[in-house]
């Protein structure tokens, strides 16, 4: 491959902001790892290289370059980025400052990891910085982005964490990822919450749910999973998926405490798509959902 159209592989997908401009990160770190390890995978493809061949052209050592088509580098090293892009005859000027930008860009670091020591790596909150759009199901307890302070101090306490400064930097954590909700370019979100997830009593319960009352928009859609429904096929836990403008959807999965769980094969999008829309399917509409949060409400009061 040299500077024929072939050499532009996502060119337009691959500039995240003026090339020149690396001192102000536009998005997520974390996506532009993503983005990147998914490009270099394209490029040796398209240069007709495996992986091995690949490997021993750029005199890299044995599993590096499967690291770093997966994604699980640490931060892209932009040597190691400029020995590609030779390997794979990418000479293009621009194209070579797109990607080399991009690398750049990768090593910067989010909000997030000011909290490592309570988010873990921050893979996900990376990723929920830069979608699009946010599909959730959730069965045992409120969404996050939709959590007021005092129903998320409640949820953490309830994880069993007694330690108060950990509890009050897990709290801000979570509201500083809600800001994302408050952007102009706001992610549309959409969620679908079991009924057991609203009756499970906490303080300020009364509060939480004025506040899903109060934040619904056209953008931004909750619907109830009656419990009349009786077992159905997320039970028993929930997922969310992250889809994104320039960038493959993926699938979350929360465990217990910091670990988490990607799904990014087309095949387990597809199921928990699907997952997704009985959920929708079998749940109140977004108006009598409304009146169930109401009518739960109005019980407390």
Known sequence: MSDSASSRVGL????ASNPGSDDVVVGSPTVRRRRLARKLRELRESANLTSDQATKKAGFSRGKLTRMERNEWVLPDP?????????????????RE???????????????????DVLGSG???????????IRTVETLLIPGLLQTESYARAVIRGHGVTDEDTIVRRVEARMLRKQI?????APKFWAVVDEAAL?????DLADQLQHLLDVQRPSLRIQVLPNQLGPHAVMPGGFTILDFADDPSVVYLESSGLNTLFL?????????ELL???AQSAALSVDDSRDFIQGVLDSLT
Do not use: F
Not at 199 to 203: M, S
């Open 12 to 15: 337009e997908r691959v500039q």
């Open 79 to 95: 040597e190691d980025i400029a020995k590609l892009l030779d390997v794979y005859e990418v000479t293009d000027p621009e194209v």
């Open 98 to 116: 797109a990607y080399m930008a991009l690398a750049r860009q990768s090593r910067q670091k989010g909000w997030w990891v000011g909290y490592k």
């Open 123 to 133: 893979a996900y909150v990376g990723l929920e910085t830069e979608a699009t759009t």
């Open 181 to 185: 909700l408050a952007r102009p370019d």
């Open 199 to 203: 009756l499970k009593v906490t303080p």
């Open 264 to 272: 990014e094969e087309e095949d387990d999008i597809t199921q928990h």
């Open 276 to 278: 997704y829309d009985y």
